[in-house]
């Protein structure tokens, strides 16, 4: 009978794993013995390498909601703090200038209300340049509201014909028409002028013409040339009577035949002006 072999009885215990590791690597082939070490050391990096990218990606949710939390939307400060919406504030300032007859019936609280309009569209709608926009002023424009006219003077603060006063004019639409190609600016006024009875009032067209050019980004220069008066309804077939513009020499020195506004807001079917005359106007076509 065979002598048992010294190690049978470690060779018939428990599989190998119940073994002590310095036994079980011990009992392993070299090779084995290198993959067991590789597969150990594996599994060791693996895990460090696991913990790692848990940290690193806790730091990145911390970091990302940090941000996300600051540039998130905010729905009640976008509600109580809406962007302004410059075709509301345009019909704001239209409500505002409304049933003022182009401001001859306007009061000082009318004149307040018309001015806070107007100044919240121009701030919403930014600065005008004309360098670029130039072609919105071409075409026939319809004045709306004047500040200027509740002074119930044409000249507005400056001094002018009264209306309804010394002379009795009943003002009718006022209109300008500037061509960009030409550089015309012509104011057209519609009068109507009392007469004593029996004769029958005079309905007019007054056309002051003028040439304009540009002497910053929204501000316009106007240098008058004559005035065309026009008769219309019975005695339209009158001809015309032009006034010439008076020379240098014979023209006050008051009444320089010039002026100047600021285009403070335009786009194809609305514009506001400021005059040096400190007068708002309001146009549309």
């Known amino acids: ?3 048992p072999h010294p190690h049978s009885s470690l060779l018939s215990c ?3 794993c119940s073994a002590p590791s310095s036994l079980r690597r011990t009992l392993l082939s070299p090779a084995a013995a290198a993959d067991f070490g590789c597969e150990s050391r594996r599994r060791e990096l693996n895990a460090a390498s696991s913990l790692s990218t848990r940290r690193r990606g806790n730091r990145s949710h911390f970091r990302r909601s940090a941000f996300d939390e600051s540039a998130a939307f905010d729905p009640v400060s976008a509600v109580l703090n809406p962007a302004p919406d410059v075709a509301n504030l345009k019909l704001k300032l239209l409500s505002a200038v409304s049933g003022l007859n182009r401001g001859l019936a306007a009061n000082e609280n009318d004149l307040k209300t018309a001015e806070s309009a107007a100044k919240e569209l121009e701030t919403a709608a930014g600065p005008v340049d004309l360098a670029k926009d130039l072609d919105k002023l071409q075409g026939l424009w319809k004045l709306i509201y004047s500040s200027a006219f509740s002074s119930r003077s044409l000249g507005g603060s400056r001094p002018g014909p009264p209306i309804g006063r010394l ?3 009943t003002l009718g639409q006022v209109f300008q028409r500037i061509d960009i190609l030409s550089k ?3 104011n057209i006024v519609e009068v109507q002028l009392g007469a004593p009875w029996p ?4 309905n007019a067209t007054a056309t002051l013409a003028h040439k304009f050019e540009l002497t910053g980004t929204a501000s316009i220069k106007i240098t008058f040339e004559k005035t065309t008066i026009k008769t219309t309804g019975n005695l339209s077939q009158l001809p015309s009577l032009e006034v010439p513009r008076l020379p240098d020499v014979l023209r006050p020195s008051s009444n320089t035949g010039s002026g100047e506004f600021e285009v403070t807001y335009i786009d194809s079917d609305f514009r506001i002006t400021r005059g040096d005359r400190g007068e708002l106007r309001v146009f549309t076509p």
């Open 167 to 169: 002379l009795p004019i």
């Open 199 to 202: 004769l029958p009032q005079i």
């Open 184 to 186: 015309d600016f012509d």
């Open 14 to 16: 428990s599989p190998p």
């Open 1 to 3: 009978m065979a002598s």
